[in-house]
């Protein structure tokens, strides 16, 4: 073969292959920086009795998730069934980040569908949602005993996401 | 003096209609925030952070919900004095280097910075390949002595006598 021929097709495979590559990727999935790192520190008024708080300190020595949700969130609605299921299931602790809310709707929208929660906390400014970098709801937080977050799931929990990555990613931490 | 006082009592009426604007832009409250330095340093710091909801838009300029929050957090951390580099840390921890619209320099955006000058690398040297190569071509092989006579009786205009 005429090795000048070969020259285009090198750059056409090259350029081929970053375009399907491409295609892959989700632009709306930016990795997060905080995997890896320890959660964010807070202590929000919790939804159901906000004379009591609720914060990351209570949640030491456990494995547990922070799901961010808001009444306002359609995405949110998605998901919810398959974390009510999750939450019957007692696997694994779930806290609820009610973002940028009323909490009035939050509690509301929860006697609707189902709450899933072992408590929700109201984040009402958004600021604490901020600390975690969270920039799409819902967005779902796999925290370790020690407090440092595991994994980040952007967008509605999907059952694949939920069997292939974090159930076993739960169940490994806790043993640990 | 009637006639005097007409034209004046219209003048001032202009006048006044005139200043109306004025007037109103001083009944309305000015934010702290909005003294133009820290004004100016706040838009610089916004024009270079990406709104993550709206992926091509800066935070400055998106009407996003996120973006305001960001916004409104910029302003805060100028207000409580901290320095540039100090809110753009406090962006990168959260959202990582890609809420920054200027990536930076690193090993993974190398090819990203690199690319287009070494695309121009590969471009400048294939043109000085070609152009080598034209010079290396023999030239062509000189004319017969009737190749010559026709070309310069093409050149001169007259009429070509062979037509086959």
């Not at chain 1, 995405?75 to 069934?81: L, Y």
């Not at chain 2, 004004?39 to 009407?63: G, K, W």
Request: a positive charge; hydrophobic letters at 45%; aromatic letters at 6%.
């Amino acid at each position: 073969m005429n090795k000048k021929l070969l020259i285009p097709l090198a750059i056409f495979g090259v350029v081929f292959a970053f375009l399907l590559v491409g295609l892959g990727l989700n632009p709306r999935e930016v990795p997060s920086p905080l995997i890896g790192k320890p959660a964010p520190a807070f202590e929000l008024k919790r939804l159901h009795e906000p004379a009591r708080s609720h914060g990351t300190a209570d949640m030491k020595g456990q494995v547990w998730l922070l799901n961010v949700w808001a009444s306002w969130c359609v995405a949110c609605r998605e998901e919810h069934p398959l974390l009510v299921e999750l939450g019957k299931a007692k696997i694994v602790p779930l806290v609820g980040l009610n973002y940028k809310d009323e909490p009035a709707a939050g509690i509301q929208w929860l006697r609707q569908y189902g709450d899933p929660y072992d408590l929700s906390v109201i984040d009402r400014d958004g600021r604490v949602g901020l600390d975690f970098g969270v920039y799409g709801v819902p967005e779902t937080f796999v925290i370790d005993k020690a407090g440092v977050i595991r994994y980040k799931q952007i967008g509605p929990v999907t059952v694949e996401a939920l069997e292939k990555k974090i159930l076993p990613l739960v169940r490994e931490l806790q043993k640990s | 003096m009637r006639m005097v006082a007409r034209p004046l009592a219209c003048l001032l009426l202009a006048l006044a209609a005139a200043l109306a604007p004025l007037a109103h832009a001083a009944d309305t409250a000015v934010p702290t925030e909005q003294d133009p330095v820290t004004q100016a340093r706040a838009v610089r710091l916004e024009e270079q952070l990406r709104c993550l909801v709206c992926q091509n838009q800066t935070i400055a300029e998106s009407d996003a919900d996120l973006a305001v929050d960001l916004r409104r957090q910029v302003r805060e951390q100028i207000a409580a004095g901290r320095t540039d580099e100090e809110i753009i840390t406090f962006m990168t921890d959260r959202y990582g280097d890609f809420v920054l619209y200027r990536p930076p320099v690193k090993a993974t955006t190398i090819l990203l910075w690199g690319g287009p000058l070494l695309l121009l690398a590969i471009g400048l040297a294939m043109l000085a390949r070609l152009i080598r190569e034209r010079r290396r071509l023999p030239d062509a092989a000189p004319l017969s002595p009737e190749e010559r006579a026709r070309a310069e009786a093409l050149l001169a205009g007259t009429p070509r006598k062979d037509k086959t």
